[in-house]
């Protein structure tokens, strides 16, 4: 009997994820079209290798009947975030680095639960050819697998932003006239006009997912939600480009650091055929594959720390590109800064570390030595922020001398240690996990080098280390040189110019350390969490992340050691103190309603009664006064 071969056009998925209902699910979903069979599934890496290993194998071999062969998979659908439950598997982009440089023909979707820029970027450095969310609408999903399928790059936006796919710019044919120079601008401003309403459009629709809002509130916000897809479908039309391709979501890298992140860029990434998956946003897309075109090539490094390094960096170095407004409930040193000073002070802080981890990797630094050199590589991070901010020789005229303003605010760094630099979270881990691919660990599970979460934890970090160390270099000025005209000219808010202004700033400041001290952080010590100041791309707010910190907790003594025996109290009487006053209210409420209120209405019932017997006499009601 021989094998029926399916139509050349047929679409063969061989799909790669941990969740046996999601494979149900696709099963289920992908027979309802003609054009889409599931050849194969598998749970982890090491079988999806297994599975193409053996279907390519006779492909591969000239002397095999093809005829009783069934085609090999086509299209491999890979969720990225397989082996998080087990590290010593194969992790998600690293089995689709492996995957390329094994066949590098074979297209690959990836999907995800997460779409956050870093994720997107490592999913297309791995040699992915497009990106789709695990939650998206069934026929998106199913739009995005025949588009990689044809050979197209699709990758869904980030998280706050519409479910549309975009592609890669592709190469113009000989005999095609180029776009307008005009057509280009349009591009840009409808993809920047639709990223600003749709974080708008996700705030709202965040809002409305709350239980607490009122009918008024909730009928404003429908309104607004409303209006806003009006304004992105207009967007869309009125500025549409149908000549060009929108480009995929990478992050971009600043000037003075592109040259040097071409090289390490490049380096991991496998050898690829001219149609396969693009190394670059810029090159073209993949063509669409044949089978017998398909080929093993030698085994790769499959992760690569300058890469992850490269990853975490661009995509700060992204969302430093949009707002920075402080969202906290807290100030911070850096709000008395204009916002192109403060941009500069992070892209300074930014380029300062990244020396440093150079300068760690060809020390011959071992990841033992980190802790204890912890304290000098921050002391060396602030110093050389603070020297390129200021300038080495800047000076101020103050009551008639020339001051030297860096070597005064060098003579703070003992304060600025104890204050900042000694309480910034997971310095150690991230410098680790960056210079020699230690595992991050997230909620107590260790997710090695590649894995989205330790990528978005190193990222958190990364952000909360570049905040703190930009608030360090400006805390010493506030304390030397706060009302000094010219500092103030130069680096100032003009919002927060005159004295008054000023003071009322670093009273804030001076508040929340004290609060700080007394107050917030035991609690975090007690409840074992660590507060991350984050950017948004909006913005800078607050996260809390899980950590044990049992040790800690042992050491406190004095004022902070009553703050936690005060939680602790109240968590032990809250619960029952509460039970036993809804207890008693609940009684109250049966003594008011079943018995004196049963009462009241009985005896206004007999009363309400006799009045109506009376009216209603006709004997009564006639009978003449006397």
């Known amino acids: 009997m021989s094998f029926s071969r399916p139509p050349a056009s047929l679409i063969r998925l061989l799909l790669v994820d941990e969740d046996p209902v999601f494979r149900l699910g696709m099963g289920v979903l992908l027979q309802q079209y003609g054009d889409l069979v599931l050849v194969a599934e598998a749970e982890d890496g090491e079988t999806a290798l297994q599975i193409l290993d053996h279907q390519f194998s006779p492909s591969l071999d000239p002397e095999a009947p093809t005829d009783e062969t069934p085609p090999p998979a086509n299209l491999v659908a890979l969720d990225i975030g397989i082996g998080r439950s087990n590290p010593q598997q194969i992790q998600g982009l690293a ?125 404003i916000l429908a309104g607004r939600q409303r209006e806003l897809r009006a304004a992105r479908w207009l967007v869309s039309r009125l500025l549409a480009t149908p000549r060009l391709e929108a480009l995929p979501p990478t992050p971009q890298s600043s000037p003075d650091r592109t040259a040097n992140r071409s090289r390490s860029n490049n380096a991991p ?30 085994e790769t490094a499959i992760v690569d720390v300058q890469s992850v390094q490269s990853l975490v960096f661009d995509a700060v170095l992204a969302k430093l590109q949009t707002g920075l407004i402080n969202q906290t409930e807290q100030p911070l040193e850096i709000d008395i800064l204009q916002e192109d000073k403060k941009r500069d ?22 990841p033992d030595q980190l802790p204890s050199k912890r304290p000098t590589i921050l002391l060396d991070l602030w110093q050389a922020a603070l020297l390129d901010f200021f300038g080495r020789y800047y000076t101020v005229y103050l009551n008639g001398r020339e001051i030297e303003v860096v070597d005064v605010l060098l003579q703070d760094a003992v304060a600025v240690e104890s204050a900042i630099l000694s309480k910034i979270p997971g ?73 008054r202004e000023i003071e009322r700033f670093r009273n804030s400041l001076s508040w929340k350390y004290r609060v700080d001290r007394v107050f917030r952080e035991p609690k975090q010590i007690f409840e074992s969490q660590y507060q991350l100041l984050t950017l948004t791309g909006r913005g800078i707010k607050q996260t809390s992340i899980y950590k044990p910190r049992t040790e800690e907790l042992a050491s406190l003594t004095g004022l902070p050691y009553l703050v936690t025996l005060t939680l602790e109290a109240h968590d032990a009487i809250a619960p029952p103190l509460r039970t036993a006053v809804s207890f008693i209210g609940n009684g109250f409420v049966y003594v008011l309603t079943e018995i004196i209120g049963r009462g009241i209405g009985l005896i206004g019932r007999g009363v309400l009664k006799g009045l109506g017997n009376v009216w209603q006499d006709p004997a009564k009601r006639d009978r003449p006064f006397r």
Not at 345 to 365: A, D, N, T, W
Request: glycine share 4%; net charge neutral; aromatic share 4%.
């Open 345 to 366: 002070l992070f892209y300074l802080v930014l380029r300062k570390l990244e020396e440093i981890l150079s300068e760690l990797r060809y020390s011959q630094v071992t």
């Open 427 to 499: 310095v150690t881990e991230l410098l680790q996990h960056l210079l020699f691919q230690v595992p991050l660990e997230v909620n107590s599970v260790s997710y090695p080098t590649g894995n989205p979460e330790s990528l978005m934890r190193a990222e958190q970090l990364l952000e909360n280390l570049l905040i703190q160390i930009a608030n360090a270099v400006m805390q010493p000025l506030l304390n030397r040189f706060a009302n000094v005209e010219v500092i103030k000219q130069n680096f100032y808010d003009r919002r927060l110019l005159s004295s």
């Open 269 to 298: 990434a496998p050898s690829r055929s001219p149609s396969s998956a693009p190394s670059s946003p810029s090159s073209p897309p993949p063509t669409p594959p044949s089978p017998n075109a398909i080929v093993p090539a030698p």
């Open 95 to 219: 089995l689709c680095r492996l995957l390329k440089s094994r066949y590098p023909n074979l297209p690959i979707l990836c999907l995800g639960t997460a779409s956050e820029p870093v994720i997107l970027a490592a999913a297309y450095q791995s040699g992915a050819d497009g990106y789709c969310s695990k939650g998206a609408d069934p026929t998106e999903l199913i739009a995005a697998i025949r588009r990689v399928a044809a050979g197209q790059s699709v990758w869904l936006q980030a998280p706050g932003q519409d479910r549309s796919l975009v592609q890669p710019p592709v190469v113009q044919p000989p005999g095609q006239r180029a776009p307008a120079p005009l057509a280009t601008v349009r591009r840009q401003l409808r993809l920047q006009g639709i990223q600003q309403i749709e974080a708008t459009l996700a705030d709202v629709n965040a809002e409305l997912r709350s239980d607490d809002l009122s009918l008024l509130d909730r009928a």
